[in-house]
């Protein structure tokens, strides 16, 4: 059974730290391409990086670049997304999403219909 399981979102005040792990289990993460995703009330959801199976190729939206960094534990089947410098928008349900298998990744990593796994969330609150 597939499952990714999300964790270390929380409350941070502006300007602060986060950073979150998504634990993966019942598939091959080694061979998966991986991504973060972020939804906030009333908006859609929207990428934030992904990450190719080695972590060789990473992709980022543009207006994240510099402040949040994406990467792997291959070992221990483990996604991690570092946030730093937030901002009261960086407000969201943040989502991890993987997709098994993978072979080709360019320009793809950041489209969510790449992924065919998703987790079920980490919240993130940032205040001012």
């Known amino acids: 059974q597939v499952q990714l399981v999300e964790s270390g979102g929380g409350s941070v005040q502006d300007g602060g730290s986060l950073r979150l792990s998504c634990k993966a289990s019942?598939?091959?993460?080694?061979?998966?391409?991986m991504g973060w995703f972020r939804q906030a009330p009333g908006k859609e959801r929207e990428a934030v990086a992904g990450?190719?199976?080695?972590?060789?190729?990473?992709e980022y939206t543009d207006s994240l670049k510099g402040r949040f960094a994406i990467s792997r534990d291959n070992a221990n089947n483990i996604l991690y997304l570092q946030m730093n410098s937030l901002n009261p928008e960086d407000t969201a349900m943040y989502y991890c999403?993987?997709?098994?298998?993978?072979?080709?990744?360019?320009?793809?990593?950041?489209?969510?219909?790449?992924?065919?796994?998703w987790g079920q969330g980490t919240q993130v609150s940032v205040s001012s």
């Open positions: 990450l190719s199976p080695v972590g060789r190729t990473t």
């Open positions: 019942g598939f091959t993460f080694g061979n998966s391409c």
């Open positions: 999403a993987a997709r098994d298998s993978c072979r080709r990744w360019t320009g793809i990593l950041l489209s969510e219909s790449t992924y065919n796994y």
